[in-house]
């Protein structure tokens, strides 16, 4: 493990030597990829640095075991108890950031929100998820730039979909994929009824061409003329994108955005997403099977969380967690979730490295 831990102090210089390059502080892309790998070594560094500093000063307290001096003798067996527990800390934590990470887990993320079965009502919901992330994702100080809106007749939105930048954005992200459930008396029930509806959310990481095995001489892109929400604008101009990647047949069109700019950004990462799964299907089948896993998977047919508004009480069925702080995750208090299905992801890989 020290020989590991070495390696990746020693790769995390190089790193930081790269970032005072003037060359690549001119060159963004370059850049922004450099600072996410220092960042993620960072904190393997940081944890190893107190760990030497531990053991170095565990070595000094054996060594004061060993004087005459009963003072001195006392001294050492004090500071031996407080730092050995530590030091099996350190270790579990060590053990932790070693496990293998998901590649994608560094990249920026294009967020989707699309109401679901229950009309308005599933509308206004999507609405009330797009505001508690927009919330989280302020906390976490990444970068926000809505793509494309369409918001519902009554309030909300029907579909909205929202580009994120910044530090492990689809490690936190993730596992938000699903269908979100909602119960909770409509504004419209004159009854008081408890209604149900749903909104589905898809996180999908960020690829650039260089990532899936893409020419752009291999791409046909078509322009059209939209048709549907958007009003006039849609359907005076050619904003409506199709792409097609020739070598797979694979088609992509997209026209809810309100420029042809906007769709063709949205057209591309649906299309490199789409062609990356099938390379990394053909590449791993199997690693794919496995990834559809209790906390792993992406499934837009789940139903992963309910949000219980009379009761106050959020659930996610993933990992049986139940809070009653609806009222605060709402407000984007959702660190404690997605926590929860860090935990439970990272103690599904140390089990598989264990049966390995």
Known sequence: MLDKLEAIRGNFINLEEQLSDP????????????????????????????????????????????????????MAKLELQELEPRLQELEEQIKTLLIPRDEED??????????????????????????????????????????????????????????????DVYGKMKFESGVHRVQRVPATETKGRVHTSAA????????????????????????????????????????????????TGVVVECTEGRSQHSNKEIAEQRLYQKVYEMQKEKMDSAIAAQRKSLVGSGDRSEKIRTYNFPQNRITDHRIELTLYNLDQVLEGDITRIIEGLQIAETAEKMKAMEEA
Do not use: C
Not at 56 to 65: F, P, S, W
Not at 118 to 147: N, P
Not at 219 to 227: A, N
């Open 106 to 167: 560094a990249r920026d993320i294009i967020f989707e929100i699309r109401a679901g079965t229950g009309g308005d009502e599933a509308s206004l919901f999507a609405g009330d998820l797009f505001r508690m992330y927009i919330k989280y994702f302020e906390t976490q100080d990444w970068k926000t730039e809505v793509l494309y809106e369409n918001e519902g007749t009554a309030g909300g939105y029907k579909e909205v979909s929202v580009e994120v930048r910044g530090n």
């Open 200 to 247: 589905t959310v898809a996180v999908m990481p960020k690829m650039e061409m260089e990532d899936v095995n893409i020419n752009r001489s291999d791409l046909k892109i078509d322009t059209f003329r939209s048709s549907g929400a958007g009003g006039q604008h849609v359907n005076k101009t050619e904003s409506g994108v199709r792409l097609t990647h020739i070598p």
């Open 23 to 74: 060359e690549i502080m001119n060159d963004q892309a370059r850049y922004t990829k450099i600072s996410k790998e220092y960042f993620k070594l960072k904190e393997v560094v940081d944890v190893y640095d107190e760990y030497k500093k531990i053991l170095e000063n565990l070595d000094g307290a054996k060594e004061l075991l060993k004087e005459k001096d009963e003072e001195m003798r006392e």
